[in-house]
Nanobody, 124 residues
Framework: QVQLVESGGGLVQAGGSLRLSCAAS????????MGWFRQAPGNQREFVAA????????NYADSVKGRFTISRNNAQNTVSLQMNSLQPEESAVYYC?????????????????WGQGTQVTVSS
């Protein structure tokens, strides 16, 4: 099975940017479609973005379209999430997830493996 470790979270002012990374080990990342999710205190975990095994067909939540970009580097076994124009309500723990299927799915239960998460805090 694959192990996932997120990095790149931190504190940023509203309107700022952060780039999250997810490093995979144990299995080659090209075996998995990948997704990013986030969970704020008291809220359910929600879909942010996903990408197919080959790096095509990115899928985004409506709330982040045009501001966030998901990408992957299968040779380096990493997936990234570039986040621009961040807003305070986007403060959350951000999770990287992997699924054994090909498609870039949005559902939580479509994913088989999860990282521990990285905290993103956006100050107003």
């Amino acid at each position: 099975q694959v192990q996932l470790v997120e990095s790149g979270g931190g504190l940023v002012q509203a309107g700022g940017s952060l780039r999250l990374s997810c490093a995979a080990s144990g299995r080659t990342l090209s075996d998995y479609a990948m997704g990013w999710f986030r969970q704020a205190p008291g809220n359910q975990r929600e879909f942010v973005a996903a990408i197919t095994r080959s790096g095509g067909g990115p899928n985004y939540a409506d709330s982040v379209k045009g501001r966030f970009t998901i990408s992957r580097n299968n040779a380096q076994n990493t997936v990234s999430l570039q986040m621009n124009s961040l807003q305070p309500e986007e403060s959350a723990v951000y999770y990287c997830a992997a699924r054994t299927g090909y498609a870039a799915r949005a559902a939580n239960d479509a994913y088989d493996y999860w990282g521990q998460g990285t905290q993103v805090t956006v100050s107003s």
